[in-house]
């Protein structure tokens, strides 16, 4: 299934490359990237060089991570929360980073915080979520499920009236950017800006492979992991902690991508089964296989002009989740 997983990114990342409004030879893209990543061969011609390593290869691997990242947030909060259903955006971590990311990008709201970066915005805006949701989940020292989702819809609510405002107080030119963004996008990705959030991401799914004991047992209830040794809210505290920075990076990278985290777990675990240290890293490899794909898709269906991505994962994502509603309701497993 790794290799697997391994192989269908690598296809996608080629494809993406080398597709879209111009088409770029294979041969081309294997000798840009050997020239500036290995540092040898001959120079690639200047047009399609900069095509490949200036405009495709950034977005390529920003809808990589995000990918995964979502993917693996997913998996592990439907396994924390024990509801198929449930997918990052949950939290209201997203709710919260776009939140913030629109009072930057909205000058009619927010005028002295037009030199801080969308980014970082974001990523600030869902740890302030994460905070608050943490706040409102506590009940006598003890964080659980049903009250970590509780509290994510409550603070997700109110941060999306809080974002419906600042649009509405936005100028039109504003307008369009702002739900471009919210509805997801990697376009304008830079290879230097990506550094730090893949380096978090991969070490936020290094830390998760080593708690797969953990996560096992969590996903069978608090009192069987509780009768194996674990500390399930010390355990659950820090999951939320690393599905909100998993779920922050992706929306400072991408805006709001839906239904990747609801999605890609469940397909992976038809395949791997519901052990977490199989089911995670072939979640994250499937995930920024997919959202290569997907980003593929927004940008080359209708050349020149370019799709935000959760139209096209909401198209796939809305049937499986009604199909998925409809088997829970059923008795089916999940």
Same mark, same amino acid.
């Given at each position: 299934?790794?290799?697997?997983?391994?192989?269908?990114?690598?296809?996608?990342?080629?494809?993406?490359?080398?597709?879209?409004?111009?088409?770029?030879?294979?041969?081309?893209?294997?000798?840009?990237?050997?020239?500036?990543?290995?540092?040898?061969?001959?120079?690639?011609?200047?047009?399609?060089?900069?095509?490949?390593?200036?405009?495709? $290869?950034?977005? /390529?691997? #920003? =809808? %990589?991570?995000?990918?995964?990242? @979502?993917?693996?947030?997913? *998996?592990?909060?439907? &396994?924390?929360?024990?509801?198929?259903?449930?997918?990052?955006?949950?939290?209201?971590?997203?709710?919260?980073?776009?939140?913030?990311?629109?009072?930057?990008?909205?000058?009619?709201?927010?005028?002295?915080?037009?030199?801080?970066?969308?980014?970082?915005?974001?990523?600030?805006?869902?740890?302030?979520?994460?905070?608050?949701?943490?706040?409102?989940?506590?009940?006598?020292?003890?964080?659980?499920?049903?009250?970590?989702?509780?509290?994510?819809?409550? $603070?997700?609510? /109110?941060? #999306? =009236? %809080?974002?419906?405002?600042?649009? @509405?107080?936005?100028?039109? *030119?504003?307008?369009? &950017?702002?739900?471009?963004?919210?509805?997801?996008?990697?376009?304008?990705?830079?290879?230097?800006?990506?550094?730090?959030?893949?380096?978090?991401?991969?070490?936020?799914?290094?830390?998760?492979?080593?708690?797969?004991?953990?996560?096992?047992?969590?996903?069978?209830?608090?009192?069987?992991?509780?009768?194996?040794?674990?500390?399930?809210?010390?355990?659950?505290?820090?999951?939320?902690?690393?599905?909100?920075?998993?779920?922050?990076?992706?929306?400072?990278?991408?805006?709001?991508?839906?239904?990747?985290?609801?999605?890609?777990?469940?397909?992976?675990?038809?395949?791997?089964?519901?052990?977490?240290?199989?089911?995670?890293?072939?979640?994250?490899?499937?995930?920024?296989?997919?959202?290569?794909?997907?980003?593929?898709?927004?940008?080359?269906?209708?050349?020149?002009?370019?799709?935000?991505?959760?139209?096209?994962?909401?198209?796939?994502?809305?049937?499986?989740?009604?199909?998925?509603?409809?088997?829970?309701?059923?008795?089916?497993?999940?």
């Amino acid at each position: 299934m790794l290799t697997a997983g391994a192989l269908a990114l690598v296809a996608a990342c080629v494809l993406a490359i080398s597709s879209g409004s111009v088409t770029v030879p294979l041969g081309q893209v294997w000798t840009t990237l050997r020239y500036h990543v290995l540092g040898s061969g001959a120079a690639p011609n200047a047009l399609d060089g900069m095509i490949v390593w200036q405009l495709r $290869v950034p977005r /390529v691997l #920003a =809808a %990589a991570v995000v990918g995964a990242s @979502l993917a693996v947030a997913g *998996a592990v909060l439907q &396994g924390m929360v024990r509801n198929p259903l449930a997918d990052p955006f949950v939290l209201g971590v997203s709710s919260g980073a776009a939140l913030a990311a629109v009072a930057v990008m909205s000058s009619a709201s927010a005028l002295w915080l037009r030199n801080v970066g969308v980014p970082v915005a974001g990523f600030a805006g869902a740890m302030i979520a994460l905070v608050l949701v943490l706040l409102f989940a506590h009940q006598h020292g003890q964080f659980t499920g049903p009250r970590i989702v509780l509290a994510g819809v409550g $603070v997700g609510q /109110v941060a #999306a =009236a %809080a974002t419906s405002l600042i649009q @509405l107080r936005s100028e039109p *030119a504003e307008i369009r &950017g702002i739900l471009f963004w919210m509805m997801g996008s990697v376009a304008g990705a830079e290879l230097g800006a990506l550094a730090l959030p893949a380096a978090l991401a991969a070490g936020c799914l290094f830390w998760l492979m080593v708690q797969g004991r953990g996560l096992n047992a969590l996903s069978m209830g608090d009192d069987d992991a509780v009768a194996l040794g674990i500390d399930v809210n010390r355990l659950r505290v820090q999951l939320i902690v690393i599905v909100a920075v998993l779920t922050g990076l992706s929306v400072a990278i991408a805006g709001g991508v839906g239904f990747v985290g609801l999605m890609i777990p469940h397909v992976v675990r038809t395949v791997t089964g519901a052990d977490y240290r199989r089911l995670l890293p072939a979640a994250a490899l499937f995930g920024a296989a997919f959202l290569v794909l997907i980003d593929l898709a927004a940008r080359a269906i209708d050349v020149p002009n370019e799709y935000p991505l959760t139209i096209f994962t909401a198209a796939l994502g809305g049937p499986f989740f009604l199909w998925l509603l409809k088997r829970s309701r059923s008795g089916g497993a999940v």
